[in-house]
């Protein structure tokens, strides 16, 4: 986790009523975020906030605000792959785009790495005018993404949701309030995809999703439900955590099967229960979700910098 300068760099202009006058220290632009300045679109670079499996995020200043600059990683140099589930339905520019996408020539690798930057800031600007709880897109060029700086109470950087420990009724809230923004997602027609933990920035406010680059059409991709249901379930693990009654619920089937039937609404109470119909058993399927759980879990182990 990077420190932040004693005062809070969200709040250090001196022409802000209340602010701490105290001087911000700037490091040298990286060679991508050197255009933007010189083109007006952000002033100066403050420090690298994180950096992380597709993307190295910095905190940027323009004029009194400050904002995070993402800068998206190239495919060589990710660990997180765009995997087919993901991609899948996609809408791209053009059909030569598409034929040379599914061929992987040159210009098809460029075209994919463009639609997988560009999914994420599509996904950020349709929730944010659905009312998720995402960071405000501001901009996006050159494959640095322009976004607000999620905050906490001090005016620092807001932590993720794993490097903070809950008191059971925490636990609770929290847990109740991301649900609510899954089902406003799932209203907007889209699938994180990738939600967990490691995704989630405790904010002054409550808890702010970020990362949707791997974000997924509900209604085009086959594999929706799927990633809904992991979605949720990490939620239920984390929670469980520091409130173990949420481990006995099921809000995932419950909240995919309205949804289904055309029922979901923000506005609907949700139960946390759910009666699965019996029938034969999806081999396949099963096979799936354990290789999931097994690659998310060798993800989580990389986040941690944990040994295998």
């Known amino acids: 986790m990077f420190l932040f300068p004693a005062c809070s760099i969200a709040t250090a202009d001196a022409s802000r009523p209340g602010a701490t006058q105290c001087k911000i220290p700037f490091m040298k632009p990286p060679a991508r975020l050197q255009s933007l300045i010189e083109e007006g679109l952000i002033d100066t670079v403050v420090r690298q906030l994180m950096s992380g499996k597709e993307a190295t995020v910095y905190v940027v200043r323009r004029a ?5 600059a993402k800068i998206y990683k190239e495919a060589t140099q990710r ?3 765009q995997a087919v589930d993901y991609t899948e339905n996609r809408k791209v520019k053009n059909s030569r785009q598409a034929r040379a996408m599914a061929k992987g020539t040159r210009f098809g690798r460029e075209a994919a790495e463009a639609a ?3 999914a994420e ?3 950020l600007y349709r929730l944010a005018d659905a009312g998720v709880r995402v960071p405000k897109p501001h901009n996006f060029i050159e494959g640095v993404l322009l976004m607000e700086l999620v905050t906490d ?5 807001a932590p993720r949701l794993n490097d903070v420990t809950l008191e059971p009724a925490q636990a609770r809230t929290h847990h109740a309030t991301l649900l609510l923004e899954v089902v406003r997602m799932l209203c907007a027609g889209v699938v994180h995809g990738d939600l967990s933990e490691f995704n989630i920035l405790l904010g002054v406010d409550g808890p702010v999703i970020i990362d949707l680059p791997q974000a997924v059409d509900a209604a085009g991709n ?6 809904l249901l992991r979605d949720v379930n990490n939620l239920r693990s984390f929670f469980g955590q520091f409130a173990p009654e949420l481990l006995q619920t099921d809000y995932g089937h419950e909240i995919w099967d309205l949804y289904q039937r055309g029922l979901l609404s923000p506005e609907v109470t949700l139960s946390g229960r759910f009666t699965h ?3 034969a058993v999806n081999v396949s399927g099963v ?9 998310e879990e060798a993800a989580r182990r990389l986040r941690q910098q944990l040994p295998r």
Not at 64 to 68: A, R
Not at 153 to 157: I, L, P, Q, S, V
Not at 222 to 227: G, S, V
Request: hydrophobic fraction near 40%.
């Open 287 to 295: 096979l799936r979700e354990i290789g999931d759980a097994q690659a």
């Open 79 to 81: 660990s997180f792959r």
């Open 153 to 157: 109470a001090a005016g620092d950087a």
């Open 121 to 123: 800031v599509d996904a």
């Open 64 to 68: 009194n605000e400050t904002w995070c």
């Open 116 to 118: 997988w930057q560009s």
């Open 277 to 279: 119909k019996k029938g």
């Open 222 to 227: 086959q594999h929706a439900q799927r990633m």
